[in-house]
């Protein structure tokens, strides 16, 4: 009997969610202190300066929202690693054990290890897979087994699209809630100015620092999460198409395996015995 070689796959979770944690740390860590260095003024050293935390706290409640844009942007990205992992969609054991079903064509007992099997993989065989047609054996009933793939997909990509989605959502929401605390803030400013007319510049630092803060803050939010969601739909979107590829992998042991006879057996065209 034919064996189709095994792919082995690696996961690789927990090396991604180190890096990209570290990278999250980085940028928040670099990002926020920039604006603290770039306002030093080395020529007044008897001027007390402001840090960033200090600059946050003046923000005061349009900070808010941008913090808990973060917090959320953070929980989805772990939470996404989590979830968009090669064992919760199609572990290696699950996928040899198929297999050794199909290559003998025993398909109940192939669907009776999916069924028992919570990963994306064993659901969708478990799906697909009572469509396998014995009777029909041009093909087995592939397109109507395909077909039932492709609902399960549909049906079952929502949950995970839904969690990637919502990264886009808040790296475009982020930079507008810190264009409005900046045109806030420099509302303040000219208030400020016209009310006061030559007003004092600790006076307008309030303001100003309303408007810089929560530009800088909306964008330190942004950046990760359209990075994010990027990345992380680009790999749910590869264990997808690797679970299909599995799926398609398993029809064709089975029917190579029920018709290796009529396979060997068939003489070239042309030959004379």
Request: glycine content about 6%; proline content about 4%; aromatic content about 10%.
């Amino acid at each position: 009997m034919i064996q189709s070689p095994l792919k082995l796959r690696q996961p690789f979770l927990s090396k991604n969610i180190l890096f990209f944690t570290a990278l999250l740390a980085f940028l928040f860590v670099f990002i926020y202190s920039a604006p603290e260095l770039l306002a030093q003024e080395a020529a007044d050293e008897e001027v007390k300066k402001q840090t960033m935390l200090d600059n946050v706290l003046n923000a005061g409640l349009w900070m808010v929202p941008l913090i808990l844009a973060s917090v959320a942007m953070i929980g989805f990205v772990v939470y996404n690693f989590i979830e968009l992992n090669q064992n919760k969609f199609n572990p290696v054991e699950l996928k040899a054990g198929l297999l050794d079903h199909m290559q003998n064509v025993r398909v109940r007992s192939a669907i009776e290890m999916a069924s028992g099997h919570p990963s994306y993989l064993g659901r969708m065989v478990a799906a697909s897979l009572p469509q396998f047609d014995a009777t029909n054996t041009e093909d087995f009933g592939r397109e109507d087994v395909d077909d039932a793939v492709a609902e399960f997909t549909i049906s079952n990509n929502k949950r995970y699209l839904t969690n990637i989605g919502y990264l886009g959502v808040i790296g475009q929401i982020a930079p507008m809630l810190g264009l409005l605390g900046t045109v806030v803030g420099m509302m303040g400013a000219f208030n400020t100015l016209a009310a006061e007319g030559q007003a004092d510049p600790s006076t307008l630092a309030g303001d100003i620092g309303l408007a810089m803060v929560t530009t800088a803050s909306g964008l330190i939010v942004a950046i990760p999460s359209i990075f994010f969601f990027f990345f992380q739909r680009n790999r749910f979107n590869r264990l997808v198409a690797d679970c299909h590829q599995d799926v398609s992998e398993l029809l064709d042991a089975s029917y190579e395996a029920a018709n290796a006879d009529q396979i060997m057996a068939k003489v070239p065209e042309g030959f004379q015995a």
